[in-house]
């Protein structure tokens, strides 16, 4: 037999309150949302910038020099960051701007059982946007390095086979889908489990199990932004190699 409470779950999966600005309908929640994750990133980035000392760092500035050094190592590897110094600015604040949209929803900020402040990530006009805009600069990186877009589409295209010349554009298509989509899939996984265990079990359970999965969501938000700046050092990697230094 059904318990009441499990008759009741209203979970709609992709509705999103919205704003209608002239003629466009604007995702309200993934708007504001954005927008203080913009504001923490600007005001941690100005909190470093005014406590920076060559001395014992404090706990913000450690974490920014952990995760500059691991980029830029990880550029240093891949590209040289001679080649591409603007990438280690560029990928360190991709990760922190998606590392504070993931973990926005772990604050507890619901009014009527709906969050207030959902990941951004988790909807899909925030993700693909991200994704194309590394798609068109990597390739204007490649077309710089070229020297010319012409030249830059020679180097992608003579990177296969001549009969399957082709497949390249299927290829770019594939990776500009899947590098939006694996951050989009596990942020939206993860609130959606989050609506699911409290529309299923009482508050005086159900807020235990929450709050559990809310701090292995934390570390899934931590390890998609990485993915997510690690793919973009490589396909800019692949996008300005020279065939010469094979």
Same mark, same amino acid.
């Given at each position: 037999m059904t318990r009441p409470f499990l008759a009741s779950i209203n979970i709609n999966v992709g509705d999103h309150p919205q704003w209608h600005i002239l003629g466009l309908t604007l995702n309200s929640d993934t708007v504001t949302s954005t927008i203080v994750a913009s504001v923490i990133l600007i005001a941690v980035g100005l909190f470093v910038r005014i406590r920076i000392t060559s001395g014992v760092p404090n706990g913000v500035q450690l974490f920014f020099e952990t995760v500059t050094k691991f980029l830029r190592d990880q550029i240093e590897a891949t590209i040289g960051v001679r080649t591409a110094p603007y990438l280690v600015p560029f990928t360190l604040i991709l990760f922190m701007f998606l590392l504070i949209c993931n973990w926005l929803g772990a604050l507890p900020l619901h009014i009527g059982g709906t969050d207030v402040l959902p990941p951004p990530t988790s909807d899909v006009n #925030?993700?693909?946007? #991200? *994704? #194309?805009l590394v798609f068109v600069w990597k390739h204007a990186a490649g077309a710089k390095r070229h020297h010319g877009l012409g030249r830059q589409i020679v180097h992608v295209v003579k990177g296969h086979q001549a009969a399957l010349a082709p497949m390249w554009i299927i290829e770019e298509i594939s990776g &500009? /889908?899947?590098? *939006? &989509?694996? $951050? =989009?899939? @596990? !942020? =939206?996984?993860?609130? $959606? /489990? +989050?609506?699911? +265990?409290?529309? $299923? !079990?009482?508050?005086?359970?159900?807020? *235990? !199990? @929450?709050g559990g999965w809310k701090l292995f969501d934390l570390f899934i938000g931590a390890v998609q932004a990485f993915i997510f700046a690690l793919l973009t050092i490589i396909y800019f990697s692949q996008a300005t190699e020279l065939r010469e230094e094979h």
């Open positions: #925030l993700v693909y946007p #991200l *994704a #194309l &500009l /889908m899947s590098h *939006a &989509l694996r $951050l =989009f899939g @596990n !942020l =939206f996984a993860g609130a $959606l /489990m +989050i609506e699911v +265990i409290a529309a $299923l !079990l009482p508050p005086y359970v159900g807020w *235990a !199990l @929450n």
